[in-house]
């Protein structure tokens, strides 16, 4: 029988490669499928080599394509084969070993190698590249004898390599020849909030530093620089860029330049030779990230298979670093110029940053850190140039008011077109379509049909809760969400490992329970440290290096970096006394505003850091807490002692809860307010406990919030006596302690642990009430006055307060 299937073969078994291949495959069988690629695997997903070094991912797990698929395919697989050129006159493709190979079609896939500096000492062992498996082991195998690591270059690659071997237990220092990291891909302020975050996780870096040489006799020693100074390395890491493997198109007489020169169809200028990847440059711009190669590869396929299309006209790339606890995500134009119309956002407490640029009211380019929520609205309002309205303004700036005030950044409200998954160039409208039309229930079945999550993964939280959304109550989490990206492990099991193993410190939970990340992230690290301190309230000693800036230094930092100072005032009542020394103090240190809070207390706001242990000394008042995760304040009305319809003593039972629980650990803020009668001045309704009195004694409310997911609180029970209603205060309190995720609030929490089991533990069952409330008291034992303490420690005066900025957590 004739073949009349016509011989493509593809030369570079890579992504690019094979993902044109897969495209292909789902358009047409008219081809009989070779390929050749030089590595000694299958197709694998270069992307995650950073996870494979930073320890989340095998090689195993990130093999795309494995042999038994090929032979499906009926695709024949050279792999180690080393192409040489190709002979266009005869149609074959000749290798470096001496194959030959007819075809009729050829696709030039060969990707891109590491660029290497071209300094002394380049060659020696201990110095390499981070592009594909051979180069990923070598550093794995090389973190097991040596400690040293220099990373050149703090770009992507770099950064995520550095992270990578720190994870290993390597002392890491990336040295970068610019003044900002990622300096492709973020302005000033995101780049400097990217380095205090990767400083905090363990990594150093050696700015503006030119290498002049790479040093050593048998193996690199270190790195020496232009200006003279040396830095000591055992492994040497170059992550500068990327030069495209352009050699067989060079050698087959193809027009190249940077790379191979392609028209829109990817055609290259030799007849039936197509290029497509990083080894291609197309309108001038060799691409480094799959979403545009793949839109190559899409537009080869549909060319091949004869399906009509307009043909490749480049690509608007957007990019996400892939380190667990930093979010950044940059899009378009991301310097603002001054044509530009910025708009910016930032929030040192939540450490984020927010910046969109318009050109014409046209949104151009955009840069997140922190919260990259809206990325993918940005991302598609960036590739249409789109118009920026007060819709789009309210939407992605969470601010604003009436109809587009509110944040809208849920699945739900998300446009059909919306392109979810980047790399794969996957919109909701397919994987919403997808779900309903094949009845998929999992991500992987998603990943499977669609594509998306297939390379970066970064866009899995989001198909994810496409998935929920589409399925409704029957949706089940089949892959377990970790905490953080750190680990896969919930809060339960935590809690119970710490509990069962008996952990006592952060560090103990990440090694034992085998963290991807030894130094932990912003998220998990806050987290472990008040689970440990929950469950061992006598000993644990807590690190403060754990907690956010204005919990390690107890008063609230502001945005122009002043802080505010808030004194207890039990129930919201002071005295002229009090009144007398808060007003003296803000005069002699020229607080800026005294302002009456929300939960009737006074807030000195604009206090310099370095005078804050001096106004906690001169006010000789408690510190109120307002800056944590703890109890905030007691909210009272007048009450019986005054007012005319109050039946119960508000003011005096709110003084008696608030100086019980006063500096007590939550997972999240905690606010109270005590009523007189069912007139609520105080308002009950909005407080994670709100306390109503009635004629023959008090009602209990709990889950209520007035924040920005409003809720009102649900009535608990009714109790009759004073002793009766601190004992349901206290057992409420040590069960959301004790099953509280960390920062749920507890208007949350009732909704996810459900009413009626709060009422069971807390109200039903009397004898686990008083197992409750002797646990409270006893961690209430161990709590002391942070002011106080610091006021009398002089070193943590000098190192915290005097020091000259605080780091960030
Ligand atoms: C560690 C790392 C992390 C990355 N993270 C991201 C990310 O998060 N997001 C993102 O979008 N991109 C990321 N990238 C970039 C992405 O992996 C590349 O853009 C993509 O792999 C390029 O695909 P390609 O097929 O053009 O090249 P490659 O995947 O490199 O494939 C080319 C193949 O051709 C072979 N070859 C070369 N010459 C020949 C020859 N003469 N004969 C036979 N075979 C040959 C090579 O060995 C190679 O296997 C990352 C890259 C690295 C290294
Ligand atoms: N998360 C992701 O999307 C991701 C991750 C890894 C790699 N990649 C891709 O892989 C490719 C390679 O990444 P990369 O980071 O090497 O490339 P890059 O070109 O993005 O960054 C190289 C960095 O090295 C710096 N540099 C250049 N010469 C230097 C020198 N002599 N000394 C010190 N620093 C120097 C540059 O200033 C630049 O910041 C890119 O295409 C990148 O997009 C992407
Ligand atoms: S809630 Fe009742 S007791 Fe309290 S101030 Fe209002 S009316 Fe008076
Ligand atoms: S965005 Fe990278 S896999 Fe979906």
Same mark, same amino acid.
């Given at each position: ?9 593809? &030369? ?62 009926? &695709? ?21 070993? =001496? ?39 070598? /550093? ?127 055609? !290259? ?18 691409? +480094? ?16 298979? =004869? ?36 708009? %910016? ?76 998954? +980047? ?161 003296? %103090? ?59 319809? =109050? !039946?119960?003593?508000?003011?005096? /039972? ?75 205060? =206290? ?8 099953? +509280? ?69």
């Amino acid at each position: 029988m004739i073949n009349s299937k016509k011989k493509l073969v593809v &030369i570079g078994n890579g992504m690019a490669g094979i993902n044109t291949v897969e495209q292909i495959l789902k358009l047409t069988d008219k081809y009989e499928i070779t390929v050749l690629g030089s590595e000694p695997h299958p197709n694998y997903n270069r992307i995650m080599l950073s996870y494979v070094l930073e320890g989340s991912k095998t090689i195993d797990d990130i093999i795309l394509n494995d042999l038994q698929w090929y032979a499906d395919q009926g &695709i024949t697989l050279y792999t180690g084969k080393m192409v040489k050129s190709i002979d266009g006159e005869h149609k074959k493709i000749l290798t470096e070993d =001496g194959l030959e190979i007819d075809y009729d079609v050829a696709l030039v896939a060969t990707g891109s190698q590491s660029f290497i500096l071209p300094i002394p000492g380049k060659e020696l062992p201990g110095v390499i590249g981070f592009r594909d498996i051979a180069d990923c082991s070598a /550093m794995l195998e090389a973190a097991k004898t040596y400690k040293k690591a220099a990373v050149i270059g703090g770009g992507l690659l770099g950064l995520e390599a550095a992270k990578g071997l720190v994870n290993l237990g390597m002392d890491v220092t990336v040295v970068h020849l610019m003044e900002d990291l990622m300096e492709r891909q973020l302005d000033r302020e995101a780049s400097a909030m990217l380095k205090a975050e990767l400083e905090r996780q363990g990594i150093k870096f050696a700015m503006q530093m030119q290498t002049a040489e790479v040093y050593g006799q048998d193996r690199v020693q270190g790195l020496r620089f232009s200006d003279g100074s040396e830095l000591e390395a055992d492994l040497v890491v170059m992550a500068v860029g990327i030069k495209p493997n352009i050699q067989v198109a060079k050698e087959s007489g193809m027009e190249t330049n940077r790379g191979i020169v392609v028209d829109d169809f990817m055609r !290259t200028s030799m007849p039936d030779v197509y290029a497509v990847g990083e080894c291609v440059e197309h309108r001038g711009i060799c691409y +480094g990230l799959v979403a545009p190669l793949f839109e190559q590869g899409s537009v080869i396929a549909k060319h091949l298979a =004869g399906v009509d299309t307009e043909g490749y006209s480049g690509s608007v790339v957007s990019t996400k670093l892939k380190i667990s606890g930093v979010d950044v995500f940059s899009a378009g134009e991301f310097i603002t110029q001054p044509e530009h119309t910025a708009i %910016v956002a930032k929030d040192e407490w939540k450490r984020t940053y927010k910046k969109v640029l318009l050109r014409d009211n046209k949104i151009v380019g955009t840069v997140l850190f922190g919260d990259v929520s809206e990325s993918a609205s940005l991302q598609k309002y960036v590739r249409q140039q789109t118009e920026m309205t007060d819709e789009i303004y309210g939407q992605i700036m969470g601010t604003g008011c009436g109809n587009h005030g509110a944040k809208t950044s849920s699945v739900e409200t998300m446009a059909d077109d919306e392109i979810v998954c +980047g790399c794969n160039g996957v919109t909701k409208k397919a994987i919403v379509e997808a779900i309903n039309e094949n009845g998929l229930t999992t991500v992987d079945e998603i990943k499977a049909c669609t594509g998306a999550t297939r390379s970066c993964g970064g866009c899995k939280p989001v198909v994810e809760q496409i998935l929920q959304y589409v399925l409704g109550d029957s949706f089940k989490t089949t892959a377990k969400q970790g905490i953080c990206g750190c680990t896969t492990l919930s809060r339960d099991e935590i809690v119970e490992a710490i509990k069962t193993k008996g952990l006592t410190t952060t560090r103990e939970v990440m090694n034992v329970l085998g963290w991807h990340n030894d130094e932990g992230c912003s998220k998990c690290r806050p987290a472990l440290n008040y689970y440990l301190g929950m469950i061992n309230p006598d000993t644990y000693e807590n690190e403060g290096d754990s907690r956010f800036v204005n919990e390690r230094l107890h008063a609230n930092i502001q945005k122009d970096g002043t802080f505010t100072v808030v004194p207890r005032m039990y129930g919201g009542v002071t005295t002229p006394e009090d009144l007398k020394k808060i007003a003296d %103090v803000s005069l002699k240190y020229n607080v800026k505003v005294v302002k009456v809070t929300g939960g009737q207390r006074l807030d000195l706001i604009g206090v310099r850091k370095e005078d804050l242990p001096k106004v906690w000394e001169e006010l000789d008042m408690p510190s109120g807490y307002a800056y944590a995760k703890s109890l905030r304040t007691v909210k009272t009305c007048v009450g019986s002692q005054f007012c005319r319809f =109050g !039946t119960q003593d508000s003011m005096g /039972m709110g003084e008696v809860l608030e100086r019980k629980f006063e500096r007590l650990d939550f997972p999240a803020k905690f606010k109270l307010a005590v009523n007189g009668c069912p007139r609520n001045c105080a308002e009950s309704c909005t407080k994670d406990i709100g306390i109503v009195g009635n004629d023959g004694g008090w009602e209990i409310f709990i889950g209520g919030n007035g924040g920005i997911k409003a809720r009102l609180a649900d009535s608990l029970c009714k109790v009759k006596t004073d002793a009766e209603l601190i004992d349901i205060v =206290g057992a409420v309190m040590q069960f959301y302690r004790e099953t +509280g995720q960390y920062l749920e609030r507890t208007s949350e929490w009732v909704e996810r642990i459900g009413l009626e089991e709060i009422q069971k533990a807390v109200v039903n069952d009397t004898a686990n009430r008083q197992a409750l409330v002797e646990r409270v008291e006893f961690a209430l034992q161990q709590v002391e006055d942070p002011w106080k303490k610091i006021i009398h420690d002089e070193d943590t005066r000098k190192n915290l307060f005097e020091a000259v900025t605080p780091s960030i957590v």
